[in-house]
Structures are given as C-alpha cells and as structure tokens.
C-alpha cells in the first residue's frame, strides 16, 4: 500500500486549497478512505471519510460546510476541497486506509497565517 499526499502550502485566512492522495497498491474502488490532520502538539484527528463509492462522507464538526471530500476510483486518487480556511486548520493532513491495520502517507502541511 502506498498513499501518497500532495497540495499543501501556505494560503492567508478565508483562502482555498485542495489536497490530492494518490493511492496504489490495493484494490482502491473496495474501501472507504479518510483524511486526517495532525497540529503541533496536539493528537492526530479524523478530519473526513467517504464509503468506497463516494455515496455518503462524514465530516467533523469543525470543518462541516467548509470541506468537502471526493474521489476518482478510475484515478485511484482522494481529494480534501479546504474552504474559508481558518489558522486552526493549520496542521499536516495525512490520507488514511484502515483495514485492521493503519496505512498513512506522508503527509501534506497546511499552514493558513495572514
């Protein structure tokens, strides 16, 4: 399994970024995915999760309607749309699979500052 995350940077509050996971080495289209997100010092957090064929997403409450997350089973690639970014949406953002086990890429930073 690899995952791969790509699209972070630096964008001022209110601005708009969109993060990219290319996944490989697994059955992509068979498993529902999730973005995570790791601040300073504080525990990595679910962020969002879409089922295996993008028919439902469950979001946190903190990013609810700022967020949205999608994917392209024929790309094999997950996407985190980021929205009115706020400073506390600075952090780095991992791709997750779980499958019993925990598969995580390498992450992406994100730092929203003015």
């Known amino acids: 399994v690899q995952l791969v995350e790509s699209g972070g940077g630096l964008v001022q509050p209110g601005g708009s970024l969109r993060l990219s996971c290319a996944a490989s080495g697994f059955t992509f289209s068979s498993y529902a995915m999730s973005w995570y997100r790791q601040a300073p010092g504080k525990e990595r957090e679910l962020v969002a999760t879409i089922t295996r064929i993008g028919g439902s997403a469950y979001y946190a409450d903190s990013v609810k309607g700022r967020f949205a997350i999608s994917r392209d089973n024929f790309k094999n690639m997950l996407y985190l749309q980021m929205n009115s970014l706020k400073p506390d949406d600075t952090a780095v953002y991992y791709c997750?699979?779980?499958?019993?086990?925990?598969?995580w890429g390498q992450g992406t930073q994100v730092t929203v500052s003015s």
């Open positions: 997750s699979l779980k499958v019993g086990y925990d598969y």
